[in-house]
């Protein structure tokens, strides 16, 4: 099966697709991380942002979610779609440095793209710096380990063990870990 990190053998629209599927881990993941009412939320590699939708919806309007997003064609594809009052994406490289501004993040997510990124190191790095002790950091993957009927192919995935061993490396502490549907697992990290 072919792939490309950069999604550009499936396109925005097929992405989109399939977030909307995958939409139920949504409910997972906001019992896990406690991504709840009047909360900040940092979406790293939103896509074309189904799920800003849906983190938008249950933080509310005392709440706050931004995303951090490489491609400018996901950010518009987004845009096209969407235009909430408590969303803010920006078109970003989470590779580097993150905006002076970005502060006061309750959860930071990253959901399936660590296997599209050059350098994982590099975010968690920077989540690390951008975290305070209270951050709590949701790490979502499809699983090597899985049958491969969905997602990237096998080869292309992340074990959560190499995970949680580069997670250690820079700085983070586990505070949870577990499988899930759809062929994926979590982690759930914090400053160590
Ligand atoms: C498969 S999509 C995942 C979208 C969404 N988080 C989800 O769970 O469905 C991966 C996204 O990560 C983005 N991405 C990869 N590396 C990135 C980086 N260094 N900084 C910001 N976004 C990045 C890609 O552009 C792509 O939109």
């Excluded at 940092?42 to 491609?71: H, M, N, T």
């Excluded at 996901?74 to 501004?101: I, T």
């Excluded at 790490?139 to 192919?153: K, L, Q, V, Y």
Aim: proline share 4%; net charge negative; charged share 30%.
């Amino acid at each position: 099966m072919e792939f490309r990190k950069d999604l550009t053998h499936l396109g925005w629209e097929e992405v989109r697709n399939r977030q909307k599927k995958r939409l139920p881990l949504v409910e997972e993941w906001a019992r896990i991380a406690g991504i709840e009412e009047g909360i900040t939320l940092l979406d790293i590699g939103s896509g074309p942002g189904v799920f800003l939708d849906a983190y938008s919806e249950r933080i509310g309007e005392q709440g706050r979610v931004i995303a951090l997003e490489k491609s400018m064609e996901a950010v518009q594809s987004y845009l096209r779609h969407s235009n909430r009052a408590n969303v803010k994406v920006v078109c970003w490289d989470a590779e580097q440095p993150y905006p002076e501004d970005l502060r006061d993040i309750d959860v930071i997510t990253l959901t399936d793209v660590l296997h599209h990124a050059d350098s994982i190191q590099a975010i968690l790095r920077n989540v690390h710096a951008l975290a305070s002790a209270n951050t709590r950091i949701l790490i979502s993957e499809f699983d090597p380990d899985a049958e491969g009927r969905i997602g990237p192919p096998l080869a292309h995935r992340i074990s959560m063990g190499e995970l949680r061993s580069v997670a250690a490396t820079q700085g983070f502490e586990g505070i949870g870990e577990g499988k899930q549907d759809f062929e994926h697992y979590f982690l759930l990290l914090r400053r160590g």
